[in-house]
């Protein structure tokens, strides 16, 4: 009985860790969403940013989305600019923005 309480707090311990990493992934992604939407508006006026902000933040790692995330606080520098854009012709991110070509520009 003793060891099956155990195993049950271990799993409410590891559930509530991976509901604050979920929430933390969430944050993350959200800041670095607002990061590259205001990107792709000022580099492409008239095109509707959302699906391709969706798009990029797909396409990067997650290592990149804390780095893109980080210039909400810090600031868009052009590294910032850059990485987006690097992102932005990923194979995977250039299929998807084509894939969504018929929103881009509220069609």
């Given at each position: 009985?003793?060891r099956f ?26 800041q ?10 000022q580099?492409?006026p008239g ?7 969706d ?8 290592r990149e989305i ?18 987006v ?23």
């Amino acid at each position: 009985m003793m060891r099956f309480l155990s195993g049950l707090v271990l799993v409410a311990v590891l559930s509530g860790c991976n509901v604050a990493n979920d929430a933390a992934d969430r944050l993350a992604r959200d800041q670095a969403k607002a990061v590259v939407n205001g990107v792709v508006e000022q580099r492409f006026p008239g095109v509707n940013a959302a699906p391709v902000t969706d798009c990029i933040i797909d396409a990067a790692s997650a290592r990149e989305i804390l780095t893109i995330a980080r210039a909400s606080v810090s600031g868009v520098t052009q590294s910032t600019v850059e990485q987006v854009l690097d992102i932005a012709q990923r194979p995977e991110a250039v299929q998807c923005i084509a894939g969504n070509s018929m929103t881009l520009f509220g069609g």
